[in-house]
């Protein structure tokens, strides 16, 4: 027997489909400053680093590399781990970030990927990583970002969405959870965060997609990966 | 979590003591003592003397540190210690097995423990024991699925790993990783044969199960193919009837859809018929969808059915129709994807058919902006 999980109780049999409910209490906007002491609390003072781009390219067979990441395309115009694995989300945000920084973005089929990926978001607004699986907030990141790399992010609901991602904060200790009620940790805190940026919040720096890194640092040391308009 | 009592309040307080100390290790009699529960670290054991501790090196300016514990970094300090010296014994794949509980991603362990065993000649039937329960503890971990196929691969030896993959999955039946090791053991070992019958026994208790309907797609790409006709006729016949039993199902759809593609969806006799006859009873967004695939199919291979100018405007309105329902009411949430179908079929097949209701303006390609 299926079981399907929203929130905390379990509802239906295989015959319902895996999506969450968010209750009318979660949370509704950006908790920025419970955010901020959350991640505080992780370091002891904040270095500066410097970041380098060592442009190690040329090291590697990038034609051969591309070959391999293109025969893991699926039936469904999705990407697996290896060929022939099913399509994932995860491994999407891979290859489409891969073929980004290889400049090979034309060899996706583009308007099929972005289907794929759109048929991601549930009534709840979140996004899961494959068909029939619960949404998660870090999926606002991969299939959110393999969206804009590949230029149709506006294939999602932006609203819905959003409000899915609030709703995974918690109020109290803040930080992000991977759906509406569980335990926050920093992966899915960074992942929904990223998300809101690529949203638009505009309490957010905006994040480099291929990258998940802020774009003024990105443009500080000139990188700007390609994406597809 | 045991519902049940503790049977004795002297098994009760072993076990407090237990979990206040960190994991006891009961299989390594030498590090216990006088106390067999209390753990020793190996700093303080006297058969690790002649080794020195290597601490990890983080650099002058970490930026977030892990507070390890100190079991754990009294392991770490260890393997780094044999790392250096580069040492085979049996004592150093004991150790790995420790710094493996504290950390199983640690690739560099997993890595370490290759090497001695084979420097060491280990019994692999036992690894292939101690494989198995740190996969049924961890079945998410990649490292340890790795390790599995490496020890396959030494032994030339798949005769479990179907039984063995196929317990996992009872536990989760779309574990990525238990699916990816099961797809390398066929094709390594050409174990085809039964798996068409296991993918349809998960699909009888979860016929939303994506990895399966994946799976199906890998196993008969890989031995009978597509092409007979034969082939796809069953299994449109096999897709059509989960339907009907569970229409909101987008595996099966996404089968049917990419199975047919490349072959031509409107060059299936009879299909499109079937699909609007479920249309009736059993509709989904996903059943639109395939009908505006059908349309579209149609219409682009139009001159080879010696279609009406009629005929295709007949199609091409469907078509559009379709993308409006799904836009305004059977799948709003998608409505920017079905409007832009909409508007891509308008562009390239007709000029005079009715528009989509759309937004103000069209929508603008994603740019910089969000």
Redesign the interface.
């Known amino acids: 027997m ?1 079981v399907s999980i929203s929130n905390d109780h379990v509802i239906g049999t ?2 319902q ?1 895996k999506d969450v409910i968010i209750k009318p209490d979660a949370p509704s906007s950006l908790l920025l400053d419970k955010h901020a002491d959350y991640i505080a609390a ?3 003072k904040k ?1 500066d ?1 410097t970041t380098t781009n060592s442009g190690k390219m040329d090291t590697i067979n990038v034609d051969k590399a591309v070959e391999f990441v293109l025969s893991c395309m ?3 115009g999705g990407f ?3 060929p ?5 989300a995860g491994q999407i945000y891979c290859c489409t970030g891969f073929l980004s920084l290889t400049g090979q973005l034309h060899q996706l089929n583009a308007d099929l990927l ?2 794929w990926l ?2 991601r ?1 549930l ?1 709840s ?1 979140g996004l899961n990583g ?4 619960l949404p998660d907030v870090c999926y606002s990141w991969w299939v959110l970002a393999s ?2 790399i590949i ?8 609203a ?1 969405l959003r409000r899915f991602i609030l709703a995974c904060q918690d109020e109290e200790t803040g930080g992000f959870a991977d759906r509406p009620g569980d335990m926050v940790d920093p992966f899915h805190t960074l992942f929904g965060v990223a998300g809101l940026s ?3 919040d505009e309490q957010i720096k905006a994040v480099n997609p291929v990258l998940c890194m802020p774009e003024d640092v990105l443009q500080r040391i000139g990188l700007q990966p390609d ?1 597809l ?1 | 979590m045991s519902s049940v009592q503790e049977a004795s309040t002297e098994t009760t307080e072993v076990k407090e003591q237990k979990e206040f100390e960190g994991d006891a290790d009961e299989q390594f009699g030498e590090s216990f003592g006088a106390d067999p529960t209390r753990y020793t670290f190996y700093r303080d054991r006297k058969e690790w003397a002649d080794l020195e501790p290597v601490p990890q090196d983080d650099g002058p300016n970490p930026v977030v540190k892990i507070a390890y514990s100190d079991k754990f970094a009294d392991v770490y300090d260890y393997f780094r210690a044999l790392l250096k010296k580069d040492e085979k014994s049996e004592r150093a794949l004991a150790l790995t097995a420790d710094a493996i509980e504290l950390n199983a991603a640690n690739y560099t362990v997993w890595h370490y423990r290759r090497v001695l065993l084979q420097a060491l000649s280990k019994d692999l039937r036992e690894e292939m024991k101690y494989i198995t329960n740190i996969i049924e503890e961890q079945p998410k971990n990649y490292q340890v699925w790795h390790h599995r196929r490496m020890v396959v691969e030494w032994l030339n030896d798949p005769s479990e790993e179907l039984e063995f993959i196929a317990d996992i999955l009872s536990q989760d039946a779309k574990n990525y990783h238990a699916w990816q090791h099961r797809q390398w053991v066929i094709q390594e070992y050409k174990l085809w044969d039964k798996e068409l019958e296991f993918v349809e026994t998960l699909l009888e208790e979860d016929v939303r199960n994506n990895s399966a309907w994946n799976q199906r797609h890998f196993v008969i790409s890989h031995t009978t193919g597509f092409s007979d006709p034969a082939v796809v006729q069953r299994e449109i016949q096999y897709c059509l009837n989960q339907i009907r039993k569970a229409p909101h199902n987008e595996s099966a759809w996404n089968y049917l859809k990419g199975m047919l593609q490349d072959r031509g969806l409107s060059s299936q006799p009879g299909l499109l018929e079937k699909v609007l006859e479920l249309k009736e009873t059993h509709c989904s967004p996903y059943l639109l969808a395939f009908l505006f695939d059908c349309y579209e199919d149609a219409l682009e291979f139009s001159s080879q059915k010696e279609n009406t100018e009629q005929e295709q405007k007949e199609t091409l309105k469907k078509a559009l129709e379709i993308c409006e329902l799904l836009a305004q009411e059977k799948d709003t949430i998608r409505k920017e994807y079905w409007q832009f179908l909409g508007r891509s079929v308008k562009n390239k097949y007709g000029g005079d058919g009715p528009s989509v209701a759309e937004e103000a303006k069209p929508s603008v390609p994603a740019s910089e902006t969000s």
């Open positions: 299926g295989s015959a489909l992780y370091g002891s270095d680093y699926n039936f469904d697996g781990c290896r022939g694995s099913e399509s994932h972005g289907w759109c048929e978001q009534p607004g494959r068909p029939e699986k969206l804009k230029g149709r992010i506006h294939w999602i609901d932006k819905k690529l949203l638009g994406l308009s």
